[in-house]
């Protein structure tokens, strides 16, 4: 079977999504791994490459509201890298405590996920799973700038996963998990600082203390630890066949 990128049929996709690929070599991890955590750590790369924990982040309101039959009214994603979800349902209870505390932790568990397909050398399933995935979400969005920022992830991983090479491939699926796993901390951090300086009091965590009437600090370090401990074992299985 030919694995050139145009040479691409229906049964050759359909073969190469439900199938393994071949485990890139050890500097390619090594170096997208390096290549995330600069996007995370330098500030100007990290302001415009938070978009994508963006779209984790609301995207992770979203599938928890529709999962606690909540209705989901519609998400933005705004340009200073901010979101909203709206949703619709019992203002207490489960579901909403559920929907509020799945926006921190979604893009650490979607890295998670990554990482362990990987591990299993299924580039080519993540890649498609991560279009249908924008795709859901596309159908979602309520506003031009979320529009084009899914659009635009979604275009990425369309043409990566359609003409590039498998190395290509694979650089592009162990740079975006990566990103993810680094990516889930930095913003539990921003939004500590926030709080602390009193301009996020209507936080995640803080509507989570109103709902739980367990403090908001004690969500933050839910989310810190649930960051943390997705890096841990999502770069273990990562960096265990170097």
Known sequence: MSTHPTDHTLGDLWDQVTGTQAAPPGWLVLTTGCAALLAVLARPIWHVARNAVTIAHEGGHGLAALATNRKLAGIRLHSDTSGLTLSYGRPTGPGMVLTAAAGYTAP??????????????????????????????????????????????GGAFFLVSWFGTAQVQAGFAYLGCWFLLFGAVRPVLELQHQRRIGWARDSDADQLARLTHVPALAWVA?????????????????????
């Open 108 to 153: 650490a568990l979607l890295g998670l996920g990554c990482a362990a397909l990987l591990a299993a050398d299924r580039i080519t399933l993540l890649l498609w799973l991560a279009i249908a995935l924008l795709l859901a979400l596309l159908v979602r969005i309520r506003n031009a700038f979320g529009l084009f920022t899914v659009l635009l992830a």
């Open 222 to 242: 839910v989310f810190l630890l649930t960051a943390l401990a997705s890096l841990a074992l999502g770069a273990s299985w990562l960096l265990q066949p170097l």
